[in-house]
């Protein structure tokens, strides 16, 4: 439904899951800097006083939107990943469920909320920044088990190898989605994702 002019924002009530959802698909697609607080109220249907008592603020509500990508997006893929015994199949897996949410919900995508914030905000932002290593970390950590689970017992001196591939699937799971901002064919990558997996493999060999 699209709002012309200066009509009113929609009467309902809100929760802040509620609002922090429709708050989040503001600014995923459009960036924090380019949110207003009126399109912020469009967007929600919840009026500025609505907003600034729930959450304090444009940034407060911002931030509480990281949670919220959490647990709509991230975890119910990246979970996989995070399960007991998970390996490489499971982090293809997690990459397959994502490409799947993207390609249905229409490509080239807005990409990676989280990577997205961490090149327009983090930077000059320590709250923001402190959300995108929460995030970057949790990646390295559902990365870092699943090669321990591929390979087995790992002797101490390879362990700062697993550590530096588990950083290079962080690095490259956010360039993937920031890729998807600019690709229509999701196969093209799924073949990124095909090609990368197997480089991980040939270097735990």
């Excluded at 249907?45 to 991230?74: M, N, P, W």
């Excluded at 995070?82 to 390996?87: I, N, P, S, V, Y």
């Excluded at 982090?91 to 914030?117: H, K, R, W």
């Excluded at 799971?173 to 990368?196: K, P």
Aim: proline residues 3%; contains cysteine; negative net charge.
């Amino acid at each position: 439904m699209f709002c012309y002019g200066d009509c009113m924002p929609r009467k309902t009530s809100f929760t802040p899951d509620l609002l922090t959802e429709r708050a989040l698909e503001q600014f995923w697609e459009n960036g924090f800097h380019a949110s207003s607080m009126d399109d912020l109220v469009k967007a929600t249907g919840v009026s500025r006083h609505g907003i600034y008592s729930t959450f304090g603020g444009k940034k407060e509500l911002f931030l509480a939107c990281f949670d919220r990508y959490q647990a709509s997006v991230v975890t119910p893929a990246f979970q996989v990943v995070e399960t007991a015994g998970a390996g490489l199949a499971d982090v293809a897996e997690y990459f397959e469920l994502q490409i799947q949410a993207g390609d249905a919900a229409g490509l080239p995508g807005p990409g990676c909320f989280v990577a997205n914030s961490a090149t327009e905000i983090a930077p000059a932002d320590q709250d923001v920044m402190d959300k995108v290593r929460e995030h970057n970390n949790r990646l390295r950590a559902g990365f870092r088990a699943a090669l321990y689970a591929q390979i087995g017992t790992v002797p101490e001196e390879r362990q700062q190898k697993v550590e530096n591939l588990a950083e290079l699937m962080v690095i490259f799971t956010n360039g993937l989605w920031s890729r998807s901002r600019s690709v229509s064919d999701a196969n093209s990558l799924r073949q990124s994702v095909r090609d990368f997996l197997h480089l991980i493999e040939g270097a735990l060999k």
